[in-house]
Every structure is written in C-alpha cells, then in structure tokens.
C-alpha cells in the first residue's frame, strides 16, 4: 500500500492549486505519487506561461505609456512656461523703462551651512510698481505676491505668499535727459503658508526673502542691463515668517540707455525671426 495521500479533500487540494499557480509554493503540501508530480509539475510550467510570462509584459508596455505621458506633460510645462515668459518679457521688450518698474520676489530655505549651494527654492513672484514721475506724486503701496513654482529652478510645487511695501519718492529736479529718477525704498514684510521641509524635524523652513530691482537704466555704449539684488536675514523654523527689513536704491534712468536698448531687443528679435525663417 503506498503512503495516504496528503490531499485530505478536494477543497483542501484549492490551497495547493492555488499556491502552484500563483509561483508561491510553500511547500506545505506536496504530492507523493509519479502521475501527481507531472501533473504538479505541468501546473507550475502552466503558471508561468499563463501568469507571470503576461505581468512582465503588461508591465513593460504600463512602463513605456506611463514615460510617453510624461514626456507629453513635460512638453506641454514646458510650452506653458515659454508662453508665460514671451508674455512677461513682451513689455519689458518693447518698452525697457518697465525694467524699472519691476520687482521680483524669490524665497529660499536657506540652512545653517556655509555657502548659497545649500538654499533650496521656494517659490518666487512678480510685480510691477507704480512710479509715478510726477515728483509732487509720492507713493506707498503694498503688494502681496502669491508664491509661484519655476521648474527650471527646483522640481517642486510651492505655496504661500510674501507681503511687501514701497515709497516711492520722486525726484523734482533732474538733469537733461532723465526720464524717471528718486528714491525707492522696498519694505519686506513678512510671508505665510511657506512649503513644508521633509527632512527638517519640524518640517518648516529657515526662510529669507531675494529681492531684485532695476533702479539704473541700461549702459548708453552697449545697452547692458543689470539687476540689484538684495537679500533678507534668515528667520529660522518658522512657515509665516516676519522681517520687517527695508531696501533702498536711488531710481535713475536716463533715456539714452533706454534707446539703445530697445535698439538691441528689436535687432535680436529681427535675427531670431530670420534664422526661423532660413531654417523653414
């Protein structure tokens, strides 16, 4: 008489089924007989063209359809992004005095580490002030700038905003030439609901605001146009940081600069259109 068979019932012969089909195999049930091994052994063969031969490759060809839609959104980011820009970079073409009316805002998290390698960005904004040249006219207004994402920065999503003021003091008595001039003063408030830092304890930020301005107006010889950028103190693990930290620049755009720049911008604008077309 040969060994009692381990199968106890069809039901219970489910578990081996199951677990041979599925490339488990515990091993806790086994067959003993020659005819029940082929037929175990076909069912493990069975399993692996039937399941894990067609996961593989649904697998492969999810993999390839997932990349090509990420391709399609990187492409459509980065077509939104270019867009975005030519309408940013539009008036600041056609007219280089906007220069001076432009803020930019950028927010880091900044760590207490020698060096800016270790700043990770947090979003920046954009606004334009309003300098009046009327010198009887001054101004002070606030802005608050919602935080935007800038992908070519930091591949990160971003949120919170940045409140700040200006005085705006016009100057009455200028040379010949001159088109706006005085005296700006940029106050950096305070911001609010600042990204979360995964990999700090608290998970809030050691903020500080970058502001740039554009008080001087572009070189008359060559038309080059540089940026004052000034930086805030640190405040340390804290989302809804408050500075209060005031910046001034002395305003003085003259319109010779402003001449040979929009010179520039229209030349560069005019080869760029010819190399499009020479290229069609």
Not at 25 to 42: H, M, Q
Not at 70 to 82: L, N, T
Not at 131 to 148: A, N
Not at 150 to 172: D, F, H, T
Request: proline share 7%.
């Amino acid at each position: 008489e040969g060994s009692p068979s381990p199968f106890k019932s069809i039901p219970h012969s489910f578990w081996f089924a199951l677990v041979t089909a599925t490339t488990v195999g515990y091993g806790d049930v086994t067959p003993l007989s020659l005819a029940g091994r082929v037929l175990a052994g076909f069912s493990m063969v069975y399993s692996l063209c039937v399941l894990a031969l067609p996961i593989g490759v649904i697998g492969s060809n999810f993999d390839a359809v997932w990349r090509e839609y990420d391709r399609g959104k990187a492409g459509e980011r980065v077509m939104r992004e270019r867009a975005t820009q030519m309408v940013k970079e539009a008036p600041l073409i056609l007219d280089p005095l906007a220069y001076s009316r432009r803020l930019v805002v950028e927010v880091f998290h900044s760590p207490p580490m020698p060096g800016d390698d270790n700043d990770i960005f947090l979003g920046e904004a954009e606004a334009e002030m309003y300098l009046s040249p009327d010198c009887q006219e001054k101004v002070e207004r606030r802005i608050r700038m919602p935080l935007r994402e800038n992908r070519a920065k930091r591949e990160r999503r971003v949120a919170g905003e940045v409140l700040v003021s200006y005085l705006w003091i016009p100057e009455c008595k200028s040379e010949a030439g001159v088109v706006i001039a005085g005296e700006l003063q940029v106050t950096v408030i305070s911001a609010s609901g600042l990204s979360a830092i995964d990999w700090t304890p608290s998970g809030r930020p050691d903020a500080r605001v970058q502001l740039s301005l554009w008080p001087t107006s572009p070189s008359s010889a060559d038309g080059s146009l540089a940026p004052q950028v000034v930086s805030t103190a640190v405040v340390l693990d804290d989302a809804s940081p408050t500075w209060e930290e005031s910046f001034g620049a002395a305003v003085r755009w003259h319109k010779d600069g402003v001449r040979v720049r929009r010179d520039q911008e229209r030349e560069m604008r005019h080869s760029s259109t010819g190399d499009r077309g020479s290229i069609a």
